[in-house]
């Protein structure tokens, strides 16, 4: 009796060992995510500069048949020409306006506050709100405070390096690094695991042009529309608010801080119609535009993104509220291919809409 019993309790002495290094070195790997999560958000940014330059190289390639080197090669050049082009277009304007934009914020600051004051419900905002604005010490302080993940590791200059240095070599060598993920999995489990991977990369793909379209239709419908009311610096607050629409909930409200600031000098009437401009831009871009260029991303409901980007920035700071969708939509890919399809065997879920 005892030696049919004890090889059967020795499996399941095997089997409970097995599974207490699992659960150790799974809280091992959380522990050290939570430690280097940081770090983890630099490799993801740069990430998505190699998805962007590879994902168009493929796709002019599938497109013009012409090698993966040289569509890298255009894109590239292509890329970086068109962004000179731009800044040596715009660059003596925008400087000129974000110039004026900083002369011009503490007056319209300090004109809000005479205007406040007059007000029943405007005394008790005053006591809330600091009693001058030095846009100098406000700088400092806001990129010391929000970006705490830049300054946390080895400044801003040194992490853009990073993400840089980064996106240039996962661009140039992908297949290298999805080689190496790959091979961490068992062999029965290496194509699933690439197949993962592409569809990772492939939606990203489509979330960050869905993106970047969205957010150079509200820079343009801003600008147009804030020099058809007569608000000036219109260029400047209409790049600040395209390039803060990058920020889903969150930055469209950032953006629309320094407009009606400047529209109060000229009258309650004018920021009134820059607050309506605001709203009817985002209404557009949030019900038309994004649904027509993400029609194929996967889906990712509103109250995910919202609690992905408080948690997360709560961890990271600013860095860590810009990359909160994204972040979202990996979760969401691997949630639907990794538990549900695989895990649970419901393989009628889509990734994508």
Request: charged share 10%; net charge positive; aromatic share 10%.
């Amino acid at each position: 009796m005892n030696s049919d019993t004890t090889p059967h309790h020795k499996q399941e002495t095997n089997l409970t060992q097995r599974r207490l290094i699992a659960l150790g070195m799974f809280l091992l790997v959380v522990f050290l995510l939570a430690r280097a999560f940081n770090v983890l958000l630099l490799i993801l940014a740069g990430t998505l500069f190699a998805v962007y330059f590879r994902g168009t190289s493929n796709l002019l390639t599938r497109h013009t048949k012409l090698s993966d080197g040289l569509s890298l090669g255009i894109v590239i050049v292509g890329t970086l020409l068109l962004l000179g082009g731009l800044v040596w277009l715009l660059a003596p304007q925008i400087s000129q306006q974000i110039s004026q934009l900083s002369q011009h914020l503490p007056n319209s600051y300090e004109k809000v506050r005479t205007q406040l004051k007059g007000t029943s419900w405007g005394e008790p905002l005053l006591n809330n709100l600091p009693q001058n604005i030095n846009l100098s010490d406000i700088n400092k302080s806001w990129i010391q405070k929000s970006m705490g993940v830049f300054s946390a590791t080895f400044g801003v200059l040194a992490d853009m390096y990073i993400i840089l240095f980064i996106g240039a070599f996962f661009t140039a060598q992908p297949g290298l690094y999805k080689e190496g993920i790959v091979l961490l999995f068992p062999l029965s489990k290496r194509p699933r695991a690439a197949e993962v991977l592409n569809t990772l990369g492939s939606t990203l793909y489509k979330w960050l042009l869905g993106k970047l379209f969205s957010m150079l239709i509200v820079g343009v419908f801003t600008i147009v529309g804030l020099y058809l009311i007569g608000i000036p610096m219109a260029l400047a607050l209409g790049i600040i608010a395209g390039l803060l629409s990058f920020i889903p909930n969150f930055g469209p409200i950032l953006a629309l801080i320094p407009a009606v600031l400047i529209a109060l000098t000229q009258g309650t009437s004018q920021a009134l119609y820059v607050v309506l401009l605001y709203v009817g831009i985002q209404f557009v871009e949030s019900n038309l535009i994004t649904p027509l260029v993400q029609h194929k991303m996967v889906e990712i409901p509103p109250a995910m993104v919202i609690i992905s980007q408080v948690f997360i920035a709560a961890f990271a700071g600013l860095l860590g509220l810009i990359l909160a969708t994204p972040i979202a939509v990996i979760i969401m890919v691997l949630v639907k291919m990794v538990y549900i399809q695989d895990y649970l065997g419901d393989k009628n879920i889509q990734i994508s809409k």
